[in-house]
C-alpha cells in the first residue's frame, strides 16, 4: 500500500510559477513509478509526467515540456512538480499517483490539489 498527499496548489497569474509535492509513505517505495496527472473541468484525467524513485526514466507530455519538471527526495520520500511559466489552460486538479513498475496502470492516488492560473 501507498499513500499520497499533495500541496502546494494555488492561484497564480499567467507566466507565473508553483511547485506541487506529494508525499508518499508505504513500504519498498523504489518499486514505484510516480506519476502527477491533471483533471479540467469537462475534460478526461490526462498524464502531465511520471518518473522513477530513481530517476533513470522520465516522461513529459508534450504540453508542459520545457514548463514543468518533476523530481524527487529520496530522503523525504516526497515528489514536487515545478510548474513554470504556466499558462490558463492549465488550470486544472493535479493529483499524484503511484504506479508499481511491474503494471502499467497507477493503482493509488492522492486526493488531489486546485492550480488555477489567471490570465
Known amino acids: 500500500q501507498v499513500q499520497l498527499v499533495e500541496s502546494g496548489g494555488g492561484l497564480v497569474q499567467a507566466g507565473g510559477s508553483l511547485r506541487l509535492s506529494c508525499a508518499a509513505s508505504g513500504r519498498t517505495l523504489s518499486r514505484y513509478a510516480m506519476g502527477w496527472f491533471r483533471q479540467a473541468p469537462g475534460k478526461e484525467r490526462e498524464l502531465v509526467t511520471a518518473?522513477?524513485?530513481?530517476?533513470?526514466?522520465?516522461y513529459y507530455a508534450d504540453f508542459v515540456k520545457g514548463r514543468f519538471t518533476i523530481s524527487n527526495d529520496n530522503a523525504k520520500n516526497t515528489v514536487y512538480l515545478q510548474m513554470n511559466s504556466l499558462k490558463p489552460e492549465d488550470t486544472a486538479v493535479y493529483f499524484c499517483a503511484a504506479r508499481d513498475v511491474a503494471r502499467r496502470t497507477f493503482d493509488y492516488w492522492g486526493q488531489g490539489t486546485q492550480v488555477t492560473v489567471s490570465s
Open positions: 518518473t522513477t524513485w530513481s530517476g533513470t526514466s522520465t
